[in-house]
T-cell receptor
Framework: DAKTTQPPSMDCAEGRAANLPCNHS???????VYWYRQIHSQGPQYIIH???NNETNEMASLIITEDRKSSTLILPHATLRDTAVYYC??????????FGTGTRLQVTL | GAVVSQHPSWVICKSGTSVKIECRSL??????MFWYRQFPKQSLMLMAT?????????EQGVEKDKFLINHASLTLSTLTVTSAHPEDSSFYIC????????????FGQGTRLTVV
């Protein structure tokens, strides 16, 4: 799995969009970008993944740069329940995951 | 999405005893499950891959005789921490990928082990 770099922490006001960046400059052609989040004392939760194209689902949007060296996870209207550690993972396998240190997102009133 | 049930959610045990943690896939068969460990304020670290009907494969540095994994059926994998010590206190989490060609891993709710 390619190494990813994320800011250690971010704050976001409730109702605003949360934009979480991730650098994966050494990603290889067959590796996807996955995002998971972990709410305190729970198991990780899948959010979204993509290869080249931007992706959107009911939870979030994933924007991947054309050179695939970085991506941004967007939570369009953050709520207090989105407070969690967000992990960006670049991997060729969906199952055996290598977690980095992630970004601790704090959503505030 | 798929449901993974992990039991117990927390356990306290005495040093030297063994603790068994169960991980069940409730709606998909899982030929392979994964066990992670997470120390306080750290990230998840993969411990081992549990294979149904065969021996588990362990990551480097993980003692296979201390962390016994059994995957006897397609819906159940167990992790037994043998002769537990306080340094084994951690958050243990299982996961699996449903079916063939699945694209998202599902995780259990985790088990917090405290060894006193």
């Amino acid at each position: 799995d390619a190494k990813t770099t994320q800011p250690p922490s971010m704050d976001c006001a409730e109702g605003r969009a949360a934009n979480l960046p991730c650098n994966h400059s050494t990603i290889s052609g067959n590796e996807y970008v996955y995002w998971y989040r972990q709410i305190h004392s729970q198991g990780p939760q899948y959010i979204i993944h993509g290869l080249k194209n931007n992706e959107t689902n009911e939870m979030a949007s994933l924007i991947i740069t054309e050179d695939r060296k970085s991506s941004t996870l967007i939570l369009p209207h953050a709520t207090l329940r989105d407070t969690a550690v967000y992990y960006c993972i670049s991997t060729g396998t969906a199952s055996k995951l290598t977690f980095g240190t992630g970004t601790r997102l704090q959503v505030t009133l | 999405g798929a449901v993974v049930s992990q039991h117990p959610s927390w356990v306290i045990c005495k040093s030297g005893t063994s603790v068994k943690i169960e991980c069940r896939s409730l709606d998909f068969q899982a030929t392979t499950m994964f066990w992670y460990r997470q120390f306080p304020k750290q990230s998840l670290m993969l411990m081992a891959t549990s294979n149904e009907g065969s021996k588990a494969t362990y990551e480097q540095g993980v003692e296979k005789d201390k962390f016994l994994i059994n995957h006897a059926s397609l819906t159940l994998s167990t992790l037994t921490v043998t002769s537990a010590h306080p340094e084994d206190s951690s958050f243990y989490i299982c996961s699996y990928l449903p079916g063939t060609g699945g694209t998202e891993a599902f995780f259990g709710q985790g088990t917090r082990l405290t060894v006193v």
